[in-house]
């Protein structure tokens, strides 16, 4: 996942804080209130609140950028035409130049093609200036000279190793405690089996691992400034929260950032599918009546819980699936496994998402906006009716994922050999993400008990 560096904001005033903390115990109460306090005892009714829930926080968190600004950075003028730079007026015909909070912005239609706009820009005016090139609906395009930029600060902080490397520490321990607990093993009074943990925790960590690094090294490749990996902890359940990047600089256009996006999930996939192949070796495929039996890691995976699964799982095991269809999965498969519900849950088409970035690059930062509205409320929507344990991912994905950041010449459109991967990557997201349909399970050898 790519994180882009946000902006300062100014801080939410009492009453909101104290709205916003409200509207997150409000579910919470309900839960305490319900007969036997379970998670799932409201049923639908109980999950419609906790979206609305949601919805109330994301609304008040933003409110203070906008409802805290001064009068004066609301404030606009128009710019007389010799307050205009001369190099604006060659590329475009300009129909409206204003000054917004000291940004100086100008509406017409390009001379030129975007691209070229852009680069005479750059090579025109100071270095000091962020250009950014956007569709505009009613004069074709805008062309908005942000002084000084914003990212100048970030981008030279200094990078420091030991948090990375310390975070990635705390990751292996917890990703292994994770490991040998779903094995049974409670590493606090056993630590000396420390290695029952290991393959599904270096498993999950190279998955994560490769895919955070072909972010990183796409983004060097295109001059982009950006931190290593950070890894998250949690000492509980998977171990980890996953990982992420810092991009401490914009993507000039479409192509960085289609190329940063697309990377991490194809180099995740890469180590992921492998892993699983490897891992469902050892994994045991369970027949009828014996299928029903518990356990957290991997306990009662169906084989046809999602179409790419279905075809792996066949590839490697075989004619084994010919008499069950429900397995256990081996420590390291489980950890392939993970690997693909990661790419998938990366590659939805939502804000900050490696998705959402494709989506703003192959369609445009407007239409990318549209469609990420769309997946993100679908996403709720299917936790609420179809499978609850997606809303955990949901709450984490809309309070983290936040609104995708488009390029700075967000015109120029990607080539067709770009727009091809991508559509071929959300074809991955499909085939991850749908189940084998029942009609198809014999005739690809995998035992259906439901026709």
């Known amino acids: 996942m790519q994180k882009q560096v946000p902006k300062k904001d100014s801080e939410p005033d009492v009453w909101s804080r104290l709205l916003l903390l409200l509207t997150i115990l409000l579910p ?135 948090t990375h490397w310390l975070l990635f520490g705390l990751t292996l321990v917890t990703t292994t405690w994770a490991g040998a607990a779903h094995q049974g093993v409670n590493l606090l009074h056993e630590p000396g089996r420390f290695a029952t943990g290991l393959p599904y925790s ?84 369970f027949v009828g009546k014996s299928a029903m039996f518990p356990g957290a890691l991997g306990g009662g995976t169906s084989v046809g819980s999602s179409f790419l699964f279905a075809l792996l799982s066949k590839l490697a095991l075989g004619e084994a699936l010919d008499y069950g269809h429900v397995l256990r999965l081996s420590p390291l498969g489980f950890a392939g496994w993970l690997g693909l519900l990661i790419t998938a849950l990366n590659l939805l088409p939502i804000g900050q998402l490696d998705g959402g970035h494709m989506a703003s690059a192959m369609f445009g930062g407007r239409t990318g906006a549209t469609i990420s509205s769309v997946a993100m409320w679908s996403l709720f929507l299917l936790a609420i009716f179809v499978w609850p344990g997606l809303m955990m991912w949901a709450i984490i994905v809309f309070f983290l994922a936040g609104r995708g950041a488009s390029p700075l010449n967000d015109l120029t459109t990607l080539s067709p050999g770009r727009c091809r991967v991508g559509y071929a990557t959300f074809v991955i997201l499909a085939l991850i993400l749908l189940p084998f349909p029942h009609g198809l399970w014999t005739s690809a050898g995998i035992h259906c008990p439901y026709l």
């Not at 975007?114 to 250009?131: D, F, N, Q």
């Not at 490749?221 to 992420?244: D, E």
């Not at 991490?264 to 045991?284: K, R, T, Y």
């Open 28 to 162: 919470l109460a309900v839960l305490f209130f319900l007969p036997g306090g379970t998670l799932f005892a409201g049923g639908p009714w109980l999950w419609l609140l906790l979206l609305l829930s949601v919805w109330l926080a994301w609304w008040i968190l933003g409110l203070p950028s906008d409802a805290a600004r001064e009068p004066s950075e609301l404030h606009s003028h128009p710019l007389a035409a010799e307050q205009q730079p001369a190099v604006v007026r060659e590329v475009m015909e300009v129909n409206i130049a204003v000054e917004e909070a000291g940004a100086r912005i100008f509406r017409g239609r390009l001379r030129e093609p975007a691209a070229s706009v852009y680069e005479k820009l750059k090579m025109s005016l100071p270095a000091e200036t962020s250009i950014h090139l956007r569709e505009d609906e009613d004069t074709g395009a805008s062309i908005a000279l942000v002084p000084g930029p914003a990212e100048e600060e970030i981008q030279n902080r200094p990078i420091r190793a030991w």
């Open 202 to 285: 270096l498993g999950l960590l190279a998955i994560l691992g490769v895919h955070e690094l072909g972010h990183y090294f796409a983004a060097r490749r295109h001059g982009m400034h950006v931190t290593p990996p950070y890894f998250i902890p949690v000492p509980f359940a998977l171990g980890t929260f996953g990982a992420f990047i810092q991009m401490r600089s914009p993507a000039e256009n479409r192509r960085m950032l289609f190329d940063v996006a697309v990377a991490g999930p194809l180099a995740g996939l890469a180590v992921a599918i492998p892993a699983l192949l490897v891992g469902l070796q050892s994994s045991q495929v």
